[in-house]
């Protein structure tokens, strides 16, 4: 088992452009994150999906968008990224809404 | 008042000593508490999960919880170097479901 998947593992963006970041996991979770990680900070919740077709917002959504595509996959788009999105991006899942998540390796973005 | 608040650190120990790592939460009815371990430019990781008041032991690792006080801490015994890392606490908020992640604490075991 992969665990949780994701990609790319570093990108590097010009402010304005756009990208999405892609997750996928292979435990059969019900329930998948995005977080993402300023320096010398914990983990800020930024959408999540408790279960297949369903999406909500977290703490930090604006400038966001995400899409649970299928159960195994989620990802979080930037439509027009600002120097403030610069920032590690982590995916988990979990069996079950908030019980114990699994983290991927993470995305390191930076926008210049 | 965040809602999971953690000692600031940076922690540092001596090899073979006790860490005492501390978290502190406002949401009264939390249901469950983790513990994750970050090392530095990794993800995190689960290393303790605890439901009910008491203590929970794993391996040189126990929990303590007491949902009186709201507070849950993690105790690392006869701490090691490759216990060095940034160490979160996590509390599954019953009412929305997801848990929200305190800012962590750094500790540094020193041989």
């Known amino acids: 088992n992969a665990g949780v998947t994701q990609t790319p593992k570093f990108q590097v963006l010009k402010t304005g452009q756009s990208m999405t970041l892609q997750c996928a996991q292979d435990m059969n979770h019900n329930s998948m994150y995005w977080y993402r990680q300023d320096p010398g900070m914990g983990l800020r919740l930024i959408y999540y999906?408790?279960?297949?077709?369903?999406?909500d917002k977290g703490e930090v959504p604006n400038g966001y968008n995400v899409s649970r595509l299928n159960k195994r996959e989620f990802s979080l788009r930037l439509e027009s990224a600002a120097p403030s999105q610069t920032s590690v991006y982590f995916c988990?899942?979990?069996?079950?809404?908030?019980?114990?998540?699994?983290f991927g390796p993470g995305t390191r973005l930076t926008v210049t | 008042q965040k809602e999971v608040e953690q000692n600031s650190g940076p922690l540092s120990v001596p090899e073979g000593a006790i860490a005492s790592l501390n978290c502190t939460y406002s949401d009264r009815v939390s249901q469950s508490f983790f513990w994750y371990r970050q090392y530095s430019g990794k993800s995190p990781e689960l290393i303790m999960s605890?439901?009910?008041?008491g203590d929970k032991e794993d391996g040189r690792f126990t929990a303590q919880l007491n949902k009186a006080s709201q507070y849950v801490s993690l105790l690392i015994r006869d701490s090691q170097p490759s216990d060095s890392a940034t160490y979160l606490c996590?509390?599954?908020?019953?009412?929305?479901?997801?848990?929200?992640f305190g800012d962590g604490t750094t500790l540094t075991v020193k041989p």
């Open positions: 996590a509390v599954k908020n019953t009412n929305a479901g997801k848990s929200t």
């Open positions: 605890i439901y009910s008041n």
């Open positions: 999906s408790a279960s297949e077709g369903t999406t």
């Open positions: 988990a899942s979990s069996e079950g809404w908030g019980l114990k998540q699994y």
